[in-house]
């Protein structure tokens, strides 16, 4: 016993001892860190307090870190007809999730048949891919598009297909591809392996950082949009909820607009509050959603760096 205890303590990890000189460069790293992470967190920290101040107390003294004068009137503006934007909210989470699936499965595809060393029209639709980042058809033929070839006008289809495919999520995607061995797919094909299955049991589950990646830059992309909603959609009960906010704004700075040219004062009316208001609303899901993918996103934005 006694010697089985000596060579386990003879191969147990020995701890290393810092020097004076170390420790303080560790602790002025972390003090560094502690602090950009508090200067992130300040904005965040202003957003929700300015939220729940009153419009006057705003006028009068400005932003703070502690609300001033407590209010809800803002969230009661957004919430005054809760349905639609519970509505909004189903919109928005249904266009996100399809538009992000789609997206990843047309851009991993995509990116794994032009990183094929076989496959000898690779660099000509590279080429191709590339182009139209530089060029593009411009927002009237797009609409036209849209609109009179496609028929997508007050379709959820227009909120999906803009935002599936991005050329630079393509280049991304195709790094991440790139590092995967030719020589697992050669041994696949040699096992009999067709196509789709090298690419769904082979490929995929090794771009598990890439994935997430580029699912939160799509996912993100199709929460913020609302810019194609006010194009496309024409029926309240297809507005995502960025477009509905946008919406309760404009209604707001409207009536308080026909209120001041009619000699009306109007109070207690949120304008900054009700800006900040909206941000929390819209933001919350994200903010939620992001420290469950934040492992696979660090080691996706950092693999070039690493592997050149």
């Known amino acids: 016993m006694a010697k089985n205890d000596k060579d386990m303590m003879a191969s147990a990890p020995r701890k290393i001892k810092l020097s004076a000189s170390s420790k303080a460069f560790y602790v002025i790293c972390y003090s560094i860190v502690l602090l950009v992470a508090v200067v992130c967190l300040i904005p965040f920290l202003l957003l929700l ?3 729940v101040t009153a419009e006057q107390w705003i ?18 503006i957004i ?28 851009t991993t595809m995509t990116a794994y048949v032009i990183s094929r060393k076989d496959f ?31 028929h997508l006008k007050d379709n959820m289809l227009a909120l999906i297909l803009p935002g599936m495919f991005n050329v630079f999520y393509l280049l991304i995607m195709r790094t991440f591809v790139n590092n995967v061995p030719f020589s697992l797919i050669e041994s696949a094909k040699l096992d009999g392996a067709g196509e789709w299955r090298i690419l769904f049991t082979i490929i995929l589950p090794l771009l598990k950082s890439g994935l997430a990646t580029i699912g939160l830059f799509l996912a993100l992309g199709y929460w913020n949009d609302w810019y194609n909603a006010m194009l ?8 995502p909820l960025q477009y509905m906010l946008y919406s309760i704004q404009q209604q707001t700075q409207a009536l308080s607009r026909i209120a001041a040219q009619a000699g009306i004062q109007v109070q207690n009316l949120p304008s900054n509050s009700l800006k900040l208001a909206m941000a929390v609303v819209a933001t919350g899901p994200i903010v939620i959603v992001y420290p469950f993918v934040q492992k696979y996103f660090i080691a996706g934005i950092t693999i070039g760096s690493v592997k050149g």
């Open 49 to 51: 307090s300015g939220s």
């Open 59 to 76: 006028s009068f003294h400005g932003f703070s870190l502690i609300p001033g004068e407590f209010s809800l009137e803002a969230y009661g």
């Open 79 to 106: 919430f005054k007809t809760p349905e639609r934007i519970i509505r909004a909210y189903g919109v928005s989470i249904f266009i996100t999730a399809v538009g992000t699936l789609l997206g990843l499965l047309l």
């Open 120 to 150: 000898k029209y690779r660099n000509w639709l590279s080429f191709f891919f590339y182009f139209t980042t530089l060029f593009n058809g411009g927002m009237v033929s797009t609409y036209i598009f849209y609109i009179q070839y496609l």
């Open 232 to 239: 496309y959609m024409s029926t309240e009960t297809k507005y």
